[in-house]
């Protein structure tokens, strides 16, 4: 009777464990799949910010800008021969847009500046060195500042030459002959002012320099360059020159005088007139007849150049000279229908 009663007992426990251990390895599998999805889908989103910021560094390196947009890359020495081009190309092409044909290029010193300015500046020495009557560098601030103005008409001058350009084409559009400056402050300022003054564009070759230098406000804005090399704004100055004008200035006006010189007298260019405005002044600068005397130069070679005291005798000579060699000053208008 025991083992009638034993045996089912027995077959009832064993069933119940299997149904456990089956309940227990689903459950068991059910969970390791929870965990397992929980898990693919952090791996999933961490994969994703991953990527984004893999990208994003990529977007951000150097090396991804397009090369014309880079301009690091533009800076680098080895790529000088691309920035000279491009320093070329872009006054050229905006100069022809604008139909620019020739030019008359006014070179003179930034630091002659206008009469009532160089008066103000005159006064403010004058009172620093009453106050230290002995200090010499105001002693020579002052004199100084006595030559600047005694310098200053030369402002009037080259505006009124602005001017009578600017008033030569033929209407507000006429834009075959107009004014080309280095764009600063002084003399330079001054012609553009009088284009300005008489409704005319005029242009004006700017250059980057240490000591940072503004354009002068009577440039025409779509006019006005700037420039990186000074050779490259050399040859703009040149390229439709058809008269140089040089007021008194200092290094930098001397640096173009010689530089056009020395083109015109090796015959690297076309003569053009190459007048200097204050033959008092540049005959003390420059010595010409010493350099005839020395035998560096030819006795030919003074007459490479011409002196003119007003804006008027300026244009006369300009006009004078186009006569005479019977080249023209305007394009397809001769110099003497002007």
Known sequence: MGLHVIAPFSEITLH??????????????????????????????????????????????PTYRRADQDLDFLARDELR?????????????KLEEAGIGSTIVVFGGSRIVEADVAKH??????????????????QQRVSVAERVLAKSHYYEIAREFGRIVGQANHGDEDNRLVIVTGGGPGLM????????????????????LPHEQLPNPY???ELCFQFRYFALR?????LRAKALVIFPGGYGTLDEF??????????KVEPVPLIMIGEEYWRRVFDVQFLVDEGTIDQKDVELFMYAETAQQIWDLIIDWYEKSEKTLFPHIWASDI
Do not use: W, Y
């Open 258 to 267: 010689f530089d056009i010189l020395t083109l015109i007298q090796t015959e």
């Open 81 to 93: 021969s691309s920035r000279l081009q491009l320093e070329f190309l872009k006054p050229e092409l």
């Open 16 to 61: 119940s464990h299997l149904i456990i251990g089956t309940f227990l390895e689903i459950f068991r599998c059910f969970l390791f799949f929870i965990l397992r999805s929980k898990m693919s889908k952090n791996n999933s989103i961490e994969s994703f910010l991953e990527k984004e910021e893999c990208v994003r560094r990529i977007i951000q390196s």
């Open 121 to 138: 500046d005159l006064e403010v020495a004058r009172e620093a060195l009453q106050q230290n009557p002995e200090d010499k560098e105001l």
């Open 189 to 208: 300022e001054a012609a553009n002012r009088g284009a300005f003054e008489a409704g005319a564009m005029s242009v004006g070759l700017n250059i980057t």
């Open 234 to 238: 050399k040859m703009h100055f040149l």
């Open 219 to 221: 440039i025409t804005p």
